[in-house]
């Protein structure tokens, strides 16, 4: 675990209910994480308590893979920051576990 | 570790580049240099009050050891006294390392870089009493100017040439490794009363704190000094001092537990300093070299 590549990022989202916006607070994390791991970061931060399950989008492109699979396709290092937003899932759940 | 002349690989900034932003580097730092140079003089001087020692025919208090054999001897062994003497003046080795990682410029550390090294550099070479290297790193650990060669204005040129801040990891552990290396090198070369300190100016991001933390202590068993510089850019939005860490620790039944912390936290250097503007470091960096002597005195 220790020995992982990490990159910063920050959550943003566009859902106007206030409960769910979390604070602009840059994040060094797994580049290794999917969108379970960041739903699960995004739920912490808020303090929910129920969970809600997010989609994340990076440039407005669906977030389908981990991090560092988006990094590589970018063409990009892991001494970026990444912006990511994330919205209340839409797709069902079962679908949503797939990846 | 890859010396320059070994390598057949240019380096990406031209010389005449590279002196016009060594002259506005030093141009930023002038007058700082100075400052930093005389506060480092009053740390750096050897701290040990001088010793009363020898056997002198004249001196300050009488060697009590030597008074028997000296009435023994009908008063001719008369080498009864104590004198004060100077301390032998300590050398150091200073290696300043700083990041050339791609973060460094995405986070706009950049100019703070520049005028960080060529402010300590100036300042060192004002105290002239050690020598000097500079080593960059990112993915690669390179040093690009030896504890064996002079600084100049045009050798702070040629470190500058090699500096573009594109590399794109950041390898902590490995820069902390491969120093400890080239100091175990230099100290072969050099005599008793040797001091090594380095200085790394980083923008501060790194992974696997706990394996650098390991190498940071092996460091201190090695009698090497280690000072971390975070360079924090001009990003108002983004300081190092609100980033969160995230982590996974295993809870009793081994399950994997999610944890956030402020990144600092586990920060696995014991000296650093966080530092905004250039003219913050002179403070900065006496402070936390007080800070060190202090708690080496105190061991
Ligand atoms: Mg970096």
Request: charged share 35%.
């Given at each position: 675990m220790s020995d992982e590549a990490q990159v910063k990022l920050r959550f943003f989202t566009r859902e106007e209910d206030e409960s769910l916006k979390v604070d602009d607070t840059t994040l060094y994390a797994p580049v290794s994480l999917k969108r379970y791991g960041l739903s699960e970061i995004v739920n912490h931060l808020l303090g929910l308590e129920k969970t809600v399950p997010f989609d994340f989008l990076i440039d407005g492109e669906l977030l389908r893979t981990s991090l560092d699979d988006y990094l590589v396709k970018k063409g990009l290092s892991s001494e970026t920051c990444l912006n990511v937003e994330y919205t209340r899932a839409v797709l069902p759940p079962s679908y949503l576990s797939s990846f | 570790?890859?010396?320059?002349?070994?390598?057949?690989?240019?380096?990406?900034?031209?010389?005449?580049?590279?002196?016009?932003?060594?002259?506005?580097?030093?141009?930023?730092?002038?007058?700082?240099?100075?400052?930093?140079?005389?506060?480092?003089?009053?740390?750096?001087?050897?701290?040990?009050?001088?010793?009363?020692?020898?056997?002198?025919?004249?001196?300050?208090?009488?060697?009590?050891?030597?008074?028997?054999?000296?009435?023994?001897?009908?008063?001719?062994?008369?080498?009864?006294?104590?004198?004060?003497?100077?301390?032998?003046?300590?050398?150091?080795?200073?290696?300043i390392a700083v990041d050339d990682s791609k973060s460094m410029s995405e986070s706009k550390s950049v100019d703070l870089a520049f005028q960080s090294i060529c402010l300590v550099s100036k300042a060192l070479t004002q105290l002239e009493s050690g020598d000097l290297s500079i080593v960059k790193f990112g993915e690669t650990i390179r040093e690009v100017h030896h504890f064996d060669q002079q600084f100049s204005t045009e050798s702070g040129a040629k470190i500058f040439q090699w500096f573009d801040f594109q590399e794109t990891k950041t390898d902590v552990k490995k820069l902390v490794a491969e120093s400890i290396k080239i100091f175990d090198f230099a100290r072969a070369t050099s005599n008793n009363d040797l001091w090594q300190l380095e200085i790394i100016i980083s923008d501060g991001v790194c992974e696997d704190h706990e394996t650098i933390q390991r190498l940071v202590r092996r460091a201190r068993e090695n009698k090497i000094m280690l000072v971390f510089v975070i360079v924090d850019g001009i990003n108002s939005n983004e300081s190092i001092m609100d980033m969160s860490q995230v982590k996974y620790v295993s809870d009793q039944t081994g399950n994997m537990q999610l944890k956030v912390e402020k990144y600092l936290d586990t920060f696995p250097f014991e000296f650093y300093v966080v530092v905004h503007d250039i003219s913050e470091l002179p403070e900065m960096l006496s402070l936390i070299l007080r800070q060190y002597f202090s708690e080496l005195a105190s061991v």
């Open positions: - | 570790v890859v010396k320059i002349e070994e390598s057949s690989l240019l380096p990406p900034r031209s010389i005449d580049e590279a002196r016009k932003l060594w002259k506005k580097s030093e141009m930023k730092i002038v007058e700082l240099a100075s400052g930093l140079s005389e506060q480092l003089r009053l740390i750096l001087e050897p701290t040990q009050a001088t010793k009363l020692r020898g056997d002198y025919k004249t001196g300050k208090r009488l060697n009590m050891k030597r008074i028997i054999p000296y009435i023994a001897s009908q008063f001719r062994k008369d080498k009864i006294w104590l004198r004060r003497t100077k301390p032998s003046k300590r050398q150091y080795q200073i290696m």
